[in-house]
């Protein structure tokens, strides 16, 4: 069907329904929900990929920025931890977000392919680790990166202290790059980078990718709106639907196997990347 | 530190929310004045956001903070106020880590503000 006969009210109602359903998921799989949101809604909705990225990043903000008290009040979210990465990451962010909106939608498109393969493939390969038992590095010391972290489901205190902090820091410049030029929040790589790389905690480093997540794509999301790239037709829904979803998403948590939820994840992201890369490509 | 840091961020994105809320229903219900009406963006919302701005006349930069008083900018300025809550959380909390001598965490939060400072300022941006 020719997308210009459709009623015009009807993408917006769409979008909402699709948002919705990735807040959904996107809590039960453990991603962030952008990774799924730009490539889904600019390989099925008509809309221009500079208006999709920019809604990107703004529902990634208000999915993070939501959950982000709740987060930091229980101590899974580690503000001095976050607060050089955030810096390091806004800066990447910033710069990546230029360029994305320099570069001609082709290249980005197929790009945008790529990139959400890739996330896919790391998605499936990725293990996680709470071996914290590393000594820590000059550099995270100097900057305090270290807290205590108790676990009531696992009934355990948790000492941690970061490492490999100047790596670390170069990662973020990198994911907030990335994030910057696809509109993507970027979970999936910050929860390996705090996790792997860093040596914090599995729960610290998912609650501390949302408040990275919150700050970095702020910076990102002001180059879109000073470029004219927020729709609000768009932006609007997606922040209604992914808020609405996220809450329904965590009362499921408990009850929904996430191996399945995170397959179907996965699946859909290399749907989606495929499609992007073909779009791209013009095929 | 983390829980005024808690406390501001949970105030500002309720109101980003239900600001969201309002001043949508406000546009698409025509309750104000569109700018660019609902119903002719589809022959819009293909093109690329620099030549959406050529199409509709829209100001770049910070021009369409002149604009609230329509629903598509008074949408505008709900979604603005979603990438305003670091900055307004950072400048809340920069004032305290001076009064407490924590110098350190001072600087981080000084050069964040400056960073998003610089981005919400457009004058990197090239925008005007």
């Keep these: 069907m020719d997308a210009a006969a459709i009623p015009w009210w009807i993408w917006p109602l769409a979008l909402l329904a699709v948002s919705f359903a990735i807040g959904i998921v996107a809590v039960l799989a453990g991603v962030g929900g952008g990774v799924l949101f730009v490539p889904l809604v600019g390989g099925l909705f008509p809309f221009h990929l500079d208006f999709v990225r920019g809604a990107g990043l703004v529902f990634a903000l208000a999915g993070t920025l939501a959950a982000g008290p709740a987060l930091l009040r229980a101590g899974l979210a580690s503000l001095r931890l976050a607060m050089p990465l955030a810096l390091v990451g806004s800066v990447g962010s910033f710069a990546g977000a230029m360029a994305g909106l320099a570069l001609p939608t082709r290249l980005l498109q197929t790009a945008l392919g790529v990139t959400i393969t890739t996330i896919a493939l790391l998605i499936w390969r990725s293990r996680a680790t709470d071996a914290v038992n590393a000594e820590p590095d000059a550099l995270g010391a100097l900057l305090r990166l270290h807290g205590e972290f108790h676990d009531p489901s696992a009934g355990v205190t948790v000492d941690w202290h970061a490492q490999r902090t100047l790596l670390g820091l170069g990662a973020f410049g990198a994911i907030g790059f990335v994030g910057g030029v696809f509109g993507l929040g970027a979970g999936f790589a910050n929860v390996p980078a705090l996790n792997l790389l860093m040596g914090a905690p599995l729960k610290v480093a998912v609650g501390s990718s949302a408040l990275l997540i919150s700050i970095v794509n702020s910076s990102a999301a002001w180059v879109y709106i000073q470029h004219g790239a927020l729709l609000p037709l768009i932006v609007v829904p997606a922040i209604l639907g992914v808020t609405l979803g996220s809450r329904i998403g965590a009362r499921l948590l408990r009850a929904t196997p996430a191996t399945v939820v995170r397959r179907l994840v996965i699946v859909a992201m290399l749907l989606a990347g495929l499609r992007a890369l073909l779009k791209g490509l013009g095929w | ?128």
Excluded at chain 2, 96 to 123: F, H, K, P, Y
Aim: aromatic share 12%; glycine share 10%; charged share 10%.
């Design chain 2, 1 to 128: 530190m983390v829980e005024i840091y808690a406390r501001w961020l949970d105030g500002a994105t309720k109101a980003g929310f239900m600001l969201s809320l309002a001043a949508f229903v406000a546009y698409v219900s025509g309750a104000l004045p569109a700018y660019v009406p609902p119903a002719a963006l589809p022959q819009l919302w293909g093109l690329s956001a620099a030549r959406f701005a050529e199409a509709t006349g829209a100001p770049q930069g910070w021009g369409w903070l002149a604009l609230v008083g329509y629903g598509y900018y008074l949408c505008l300025a709900a979604a603005v106020l979603f990438a305003a809550v670091t900055l307004v959380c950072y400048l809340r909390l920069l004032p305290m880590l001076i009064r407490e001598r924590a110098w350190l965490d001072a600087l981080l939060a000084l050069a964040q503000v400056v960073v998003l400072a610089t981005a919400a300022s457009g004058v990197v941006a090239g925008a005007g």
